[in-house]
Nanobody, 115 residues
């Protein structure tokens, strides 16, 4: 099992920044892929960014140039630095961990961007 705990969400004005963190623990945690997904009301959950244990990153088009994902393997944590936030970024942000055929999710953290 893997437990994922997100933190860092909140309310910010358009153009502002937020930094999300996700702490992982559990006996199944290792070098799998970690990432952030988001879900706005009435919408499906979509990819924001992922990062492998080796540090290779992948971003959704909406995140490119504004968001940066980082990973600290020693601390079993990932961060998502979000800059130039827009109201369209408002969503619940979920931390995700995937290894082989197994997948784990955090409970999510709310990000609200006001115009």
């Amino acid at each position: 099992q893997v437990q994922l705990v997100e933190s860092g969400g909140g309310l910010v004005q358009a153009g502002g920044s937020l930094r999300l963190s996700c702490a992982a623990s559990g006996n199944d945690f290792g070098s799998g892929v970690m990432g952030w997904y988001r879900q706005a009301p009435g919408n499906q959950r979509t990819l924001v960014a992922t990062i492998t244990g080796a540090g290779h990153t992948n971003y959704a088009d909406a995140a490119k140039g504004r968001f940066t994902i980082s990973r600290d393997n020693a601390k079993a944590m990932i961060d998502l630095q979000m800059n130039s936030l827009k109201p369209a970024d408002t969503a619940v942000y979920y931390c995700n961990y995937r290894v082989n055929w197994r997948e784990y999710w955090g409970l999510g953290t709310q990000v609200t961007v006001s115009s």
